[in-house]
T-cell receptor
Framework: AQSVTQLDSHVSVSEGTPVLLRCNYS??????LFWYVQHPNKGLQLLLK??????LVKGINGFEAEFKKSETSFHLTKPSAHMSDAAEYFC?????????FGKGTRLHILP | GAVVSQHPSWVICKSGTSVKIECRSL??????MFWYRQFPKQSLMLMAT?????????EQGVEKDKFLINHASLTLSTLTVTSAHPEDSSFYIC????????????FGEGSRLTVL
């Protein structure tokens, strides 16, 4: 069965320091992978997606993610956190027609 | 990028009344739309998958007579919460896929329902 695991429910980093939000998936073959961001009382906004092209994917707002098939991971990174990055982040896997959401990671930015 | 509009953003209603939430794809045609419910500090819970011109497919545990979904055109799906009760208060979000399937989902801004 397919699944998505976001290893951290909360991550706190200081402004200006790197961000790492972890996502692992379980699938017998390569799915489509996405990261979405949700600010309070808002819908979800697409940050980036992997769909079997380049394994290093660049997204909006300086975010990147690297697809590592051997590790079944798709971790989200950003070199330098900004206060406006404080939000909830969801890793999403789409395989065939099945859409699977991770439980989300709340990113806190410390001044 | 594609735009999905959800309306209303906020709605307050009395217990026992019905509320309709609209989800529109503004610049693309969506054969499939999805409706989610999100409880505070939790992930999205898929309620139903809505295909244009056919009946919605509901997830286990979701009452189809309670949450009526209509997908009458390629750009509009509606969710009607019938005879709403306070426990129906939640954040409801829709998403849509383009006709040319890339797998990518585009989300509405969400609708906050409060039932008094």
């Amino acid at each position: 069965a397919q699944s998505v695991t976001q290893l951290d429910s909360h991550v706190s980093v200081s402004e200006g320091t790197p961000v790492l939000l972890r996502c692992n998936y379980s699938s017998s073959y390569s799915p489509s992978l996405f990261w979405y961001v949700q600010h309070p009382n808002k819908g979800l906004q697409l940050l980036l997606k992997y769909t079997s092209a380049a394994t290093l994917v660049k997204g909006i707002n300086g975010f990147e993610a690297e697809f590592k098939k051997s590790e079944t991971s798709f971790h989200l990174t950003k070199p330098s956190a900004h206060m406006s990055d404080a939000a909830e982040y969801f890793c999403v896997v789409i395989l065939d027609d099945k859409i699977i959401f991770g439980k989300g990671t709340r990113l806190h930015i410390l001044p | 990028g594609a735009v999905v509009s959800q309306h209303p953003s906020w709605v307050i209603c009395k217990s026992g009344t019905s509320v309709k939430i609209e989800c529109r794809s503004l610049d693309f045609q969506a054969t499939t739309m999805f409706w989610y419910r999100q409880f505070p500090k939790q992930s999205l819970m898929l309620m139903a998958t809505s295909n244009e011109g056919s009946k919605a497919t509901y997830e286990q545990g979701v009452e189809k007579d309670k949450f009526l979904i209509n997908h009458a055109s390629l750009t509009l799906s509606t969710l009607t919460v019938t005879s709403a009760h306070p426990e129906d208060s939640s954040f409801y979000i829709c998403s849509a896929r383009k006709v040319a399937i890339t797998g990518e989902l585009f989300f509405g801004e969400g609708s906050r329902l409060t039932v008094l």
